[in-house]
């Protein structure tokens, strides 16, 4: 596995190429609207950033995402263009009618190595009653099997919060039928359309994230969990080396193997449909804008980038926990609810340890 320095590159970069979507998703982050905007980059602005992108060297995973990225004509283009450029791309696409064979294998020939498509529950009405649009459910099963009859490598992302939480284990059950390679469970940041939805409390944010580690060792897809990065505290708790450890994908989009985790503007990034860049889609500030300046720089050596990736700027008991450096806690989730992305994650029931004592979990 790799050792990536996150001062230097991100991992992972999530390009909303767009805010379309004809969905209406209750937890949308991007308040997601039916018409492109006219202010999103249009294919040459998008062509130029995917070269700055490409300057990271590291070959960083680019996330085609929205919106919903099929709604831009351009797409396939900007797929086979990243690839060209060594980026690692995938996609996840809306499950409406146009994710059909014929588009998905013009992904696959593109260069994307991996679709992702969101199921929120096994129960397909709950599910429908998420993505706010009747038979949501079918059409996501339908496009995800033409992604595996493609030979494309399926992921599934869940938005977790307190409407579903009941919904995991059968979740679990169906994704090993669906022989997906990675289920990835976001908790739920309240941003967007989200901020409508009850979140977990600390409790159950914990007893979800022991949950999945469980899961984890017992079924054949990997377990990830987003916006929740106390996951890799319970795995070092667990005396687990970090997240992940082992797990390698054929598609190429392996996490890295590292001591420190991916988090908001720690080894990840977000560009908005018109070219703000962030540290997260689920932490609206804008370090600067792809249209007039750099991305690896902004990225690199912007105020917000550097705060973000540095443990001791840490405040509360996020600061004082022996787990900053794996965890850090979601700062996406820190700004939403306490307005100082700096600040403890309220989602963590974790009393840190003074030093020489046994640490341990309220919940
Ligand atoms: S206190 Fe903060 S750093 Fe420590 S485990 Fe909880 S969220 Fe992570």
Redesign the pocket.
Known sequence: MTAFDFDASPFTIAWEVTRACAYKCMHCRADAQVRRDPRELDTNEALALIESLARFQTRPILVLTGGDPLMRRDLFALARHADAQGLRVALTPTATALPTRMRLAQARESGVRRIAFSIDAADPALHDRFRGFRGSYARTLSGLRNAIAEGLPVQVNTTLCALNVDQLQPMAQMLEELQVVQWSVFFLVPVGRGKRLPMLTPQQHEEALQWLADLSSEVSFDVKATAA??YR?ILRQRARRSAGAGFQFADGLSRPHEGKGVGDGRGFMFISHVGEVMPSGFLPLSAGNVRSEDPVAIYRSSRLFSQLRNSGA?RG??GR?E??EV????RARAYALTGDYLA??PS?P?T?SPAGTPSRVRV
Not at 327 to 330: D, E, L, N, T
Request: hydrophobic letters at 15%; aromatic letters at 12%.
């Open positions: 990065p106390q505290r840490l008991k996020c926990c787990f900053k965890c850090g806690g979601s403890a994650d963590c974790y840190p």
